[in-house]
């Protein structure tokens, strides 16, 4: 069994004949003060495995920061149900939805877990917004001189 990707994005689906799309994969996160919050952020993946790994399979994820401290976290289970005749590889598609909680600047990570055996990490950046400048005043030079009619 072996993760054939993961990504971090805005959007994603898997559509009924399995078929996924994915919008806005990234990996930067800018906001404008922290503690901060990036509402539905999608982690999309994809499984593939040989035709003898069919059933079922543990998935974890987890979110960490750079000290190690996990945000998020949960588990489930991926089931690979038995292929056509003649079709040697299988494959399982996710998009998992989170609210994100991100209490500082700096590195975070999705950790996936398959079976016990970590299979990757997504990594993530998260920086405050520079500070907007502050708006000019108008200068003090007098204003434009009205046109005058001909002649006047």
Do not use: C
Request: proline share 12%; glycine share 8%.
């Amino acid at each position: 069994m072996h993760l054939d990707f993961a990504v971090v994005a805005d959007y994603a689906l898997v559509d009924q004949s399995g078929k996924m799309s994915v919008l806005g994969i990234f990996q930067h996160i800018w906001v404008p003060q922290f503690p901060a919050m990036h509402p539905r952020l999608h982690l999309v993946l994809r499984l593939k495995g040989k035709r003898t790994e069919v059933g079922e399979h543990q998935v974890q994820i987890r979110l960490m920061d750079e000290e190690d401290a996990e945000l998020l976290g949960g588990s489930g289970t991926v089931n690979f149900a038995e292929p056509p005749a003649g079709v040697t590889e299988i494959e399982a598609a996710a998009v998992l939805v989170f609210d994100v909680p991100f209490p500082h600047a700096g590195q975070y990570r999705f950790e996936i877990t398959v079976d016990g055996e970590r299979k990757a990490t997504v990594p993530i950046t998260v920086s405050q917004m520079p500070p907007m400048p502050a708006p000019t005043s108008p200068s003090s030079s007098p204003p434009p001189s009205s046109p005058q009619a001909p002649g006047s």
